[in-house]
């Protein structure tokens, strides 16, 4: 039996919205949106939005979340953000997107050093991990997770792991239109839970709380709250939209 986590609903903006169209944003939403104990909402503005913000939102009914951060603390890394930069500042970050693995090149030992900066300086790291079409449709699905998972895990210790969060989202979902069928997502948080209790057993397996992300829009929510492994989702495109974010997150709430 998985323990009962917290829920978690998480707006990805990606490289959108301005300080005014945030502000805007946070404003309509705070008006839509109740707070509940069982739920967070994580908000993960771009770096530029990220200090203003916190300025703005009811802390204890929104948490902050980074994009992305440098592996290392500080150094001359031109343009990069580092975890010490945003440990006062956010409480999650995610790390392994997609887009950062496919557009920037991050490796998986790339992403295990991204993990341990974060761990290092407390911040709570979404880890995303997923299959591109290729490997679905060669049947990699379950080997690609699973290796994601070892490299992207290595540098941490149980506890560390305990403390993460795993988002599922296939490659060919994300931002497509395409989504992933409720099965499947079940074999792929099955591979994720049964890859960490190889690595680290399974009352740390049993901690770390798991997303799905990749075309998630309020109508497949209900849906998806039927596998039982899913303690909610990461969210591109309709976190933009404060009505149907609004909705993701009430219905989350209600499951
Ligand atoms: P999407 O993005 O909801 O637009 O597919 C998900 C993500 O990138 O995390």
Redesign the pocket.
Same mark, same amino acid.
């Given at each position: 039996m998985v323990e009962k986590h917290k829920k978690l609903v998480v707006g990805?903006w990606?490289m959108h919205m301005d300080l005014q169209q945030a502000s805007v944003f946070v404003h309509h939403l705070d008006r839509a949106t109740e707070s509940k104990d069982d739920t967070e909402i994580v908000l993960c503005p771009p770096f530029t939005a990220l200090q203003p913000i916190t300025k703005e939102i009811d802390i204890h009914k929104f948490r902050l979340g980074a994009q992305n951060l440098h592996y290392q603390d500080e150094g001359a890394f031109t343009g990069e953000v580092s975890g010490p930069m945003l440990k006062n500042l956010v409480h999650y970050v995610i790390v392994g997107? @997609? &887009?950062r693995r496919k557009y920037f090149n991050e490796t998986d030992d790339v992403v295990a050093r991204k993990m341990s900066a974060a761990i290092r300086n407390e911040l709570r790291p979404i880890l995303?991990v997923g299959e591109n079409l290729y490997e679905r449709q060669e049947q990699h699905t379950n080997r690609v997770i699973h290796d994601q998972l070892v490299t992207g895990l290595t540098m941490l210790t149980a506890n560390e792991v305990a403390e993460i969060v795993v !988002?599922y &989202?296939p490659v060919w !979902? +994300? %931002? @497509?239109g395409d989504i992933a069928k409720p099965d499947q997502i079940k074999t792929a948080l099955a591979t994720i839970r049964k890859t960490i209790v190889e690595l680290f057993g399974k009352n740390t397996a049993q901690k770390v709380r798991l997303l799905y %992300? %990749? @075309? +998630?829009t309020p109508d497949l929510v209900h849906d998806y709250f039927k596998l039982k492994d899913l303690d909610g989702f990461?969210? %591109?495109? +309709? @976190?933009l939209n404060w009505q149907q974010f609004a909705e993701i997150i009430e219905i989350t709430q209600a499951a």
């Open positions: 990805n990606k997107h @997609s &887009e995303c !988002a &989202e !979902a +994300v %931002g @497509s %992300g %990749g @075309s +998630v990461l969210i %591109g495109g +309709v @976190s």
